[in-house]
Nanobody, 113 residues
Framework: QVQLVESGGGLVQPGGTLRLSCAAS????????MNWYRQTPGNQREFVAV???????DYDDSVKGRFTVSRDNANNILYLQMNNLKPEDTAVYYC???????WGQGTQVTVSS
């Protein structure tokens, strides 16, 4: 059983930065492809970023050039560095193990002046 716990969300002004973390336990984290998703009220979760076990990464076009996904396999932690945040980035952010139903509880990011 894999457990995922997100942290690092908060309230930030437009143009600000946040770094989200996702701590994983109960599995071989280094072998997982990990996703970040986000969700706003009334909408489905949408893909944000993915990082494979070989550290290759991809992003949704809406965050390319602003967000960076990374991983620390020694400590089983997934990160999402978010720069130049925009109000439309406001959402609950979730981490996920690809092709599984393992999700964290989410962390709220609010971008507002």
């Amino acid at each position: 059983q894999v457990q995922l716990v997100e942290s690092g969300g908060g309230l930030v002004q437009p143009g600000g930065t946040l770094r989200l973390s996702c701590a994983a336990s109960g599995g071989d984290f280094s072998s997982f492809t990990m996703n970040w998703y986000r969700q706003t009220p009334g909408n489905q979760r949408e893909f944000v970023a993915v990082i494979k076990d070989d550290y290759s990464a991809d992003y949704d076009d809406s965050v390319k050039g602003r967000f960076t996904v990374s991983r620390d396999n020694a400590n089983n932690i997934l990160y999402l560095q978010m720069n130049n945040l925009k109000p439309e980035d406001t959402a609950v952010y979730y981490c996920n193990v690809l092709w599984t139903n393992y999700w964290g509880q989410g962390t709220q990011v609010t971008v507002s002046s």
